[in-house]
């Protein structure tokens, strides 16, 4: 599997902050089941089709769908696209600079993705900082794990529409968030003049060392860098600011605690035996199910 995995990296250089965004989105709602890679039919709305999943990258299910094939034809039947999902992640993470974790494998695949459950279980940009810790501290995740879990930021990007409220019109006395760096702010609005017009338009969440896995994303929220308003919010809320620091002064102490915090995302309400399935296709349930 792992040849797989590093040649959709090597091809798609956005693969590995993609699938680590999959995999989180996977495992907040049902826990790490592989739910958010089923499709949608004519009597089910799947999880991936919600407005929140909807932008996920294609590169991520693209690759997940690779290696399922490939070790399906090495070992039928064996291997959960839940484990293929979770492993994939640490071994992109790791790839591109990242912490290496130990993934426990026997994850089974869910019988349940619909749309209808998927409000309320994910943070969202515009979210106050403690409705996004309330929804960490739900799934059993403390500030300080929400801190390092958030330093994925530090690969991929975000749709300017996701933060076009920090830039354009801000309020009657500034054009853009006062709390971004002017410079920042600036090259920001340059970029996303036209995203209405071109909604795909993106910028990185890390616009130092956007393909690395370091402690960069913490180093520019101090910088005023942040790029959506959720990020700003943790360096300046009194209950997360010390984490910020923390982890933008000591790279090692962020791989720690994200490696830890990783492990116990990866297990978080997994299934086994028989509350779950290996599917023989990651995007279809083995039975039929509505």
């Known amino acids: 599997m792992l040849d797989v995995v590093t040649a959709k990296q090597t091809v798609s250089p956005t693969t590995a902050a993609g699938t680590l965004r999959l995999f989180f989105h996977d495992c907040f709602l049902h826990g790490c089941d592989a739910s958010i890679l089923i499709s949608s039919n004519a009597f089910n709305t799947a999880e991936r089709d919600s407005d929140i999943n909807i932008s996920l990258p294609g590169d991520a299910f693209d ?71 309330s929804i960490f501290a739900s799934k059993g995740f403390s500030v300080q794990e929400m801190v390092a879990l958030a330093g994925a ?88 600011k010390q984490y910020v620091n923390l982890y933008a002064k000591d790279q090692n102490a962020f791989f720690e605690a994200f490696a830890q915090a990783m492990k116990r995302l990866s297990v978080y309400k997994v299934k086994t035996g028989k509350k779950g399935e290996v599917r023989r296709r990651c995007d279809a349930f083995n039975h039929f199910r509505t």
């Open 63 to 133: 690759l997940i769908v690779r290696a399922k094939t490939s070790l399906e034809l090495a070992c039928p039947g064996i291997v959960s696209c839940a484990d293929i999902l979770a492993v994939a992640t640490r071994n992109l993470v790791t790839m591109v600079g990242g912490p290496h974790y130990e993934v426990q494998l026997g994850r089974k695949d869910g019988f349940i993705s619909n749309v209808s459950q998927v409000e309320g279980n994910y943070p969202r940009p515009t979210m106050s900082m403690s409705e996004i810790i």
């Open 153 to 240: 930021h530090t690969i991929g990007f975000s749709h300017c529409k996701e933060f076009s409220n920090r830039l354009f019109n801000y309020s009657k006395t500034s054009e853009s968030d006062p709390s971004y760096d002017p410079k920042y702010a600036e090259a920001l609005r340059k970029l996303c003049a036209n995203y209405i017009k071109n909604p795909d338009t993106s910028a990185f969440n890390d616009v130092v060392t956007p393909s690395k896995f370091d402690n960069m994303y913490y180093i520019n929220l101090q910088r005023g860098m942040g790029l959506l308003a959720s990020d700003h919010a943790l360096a300046i809320d009194s209950r997360t």
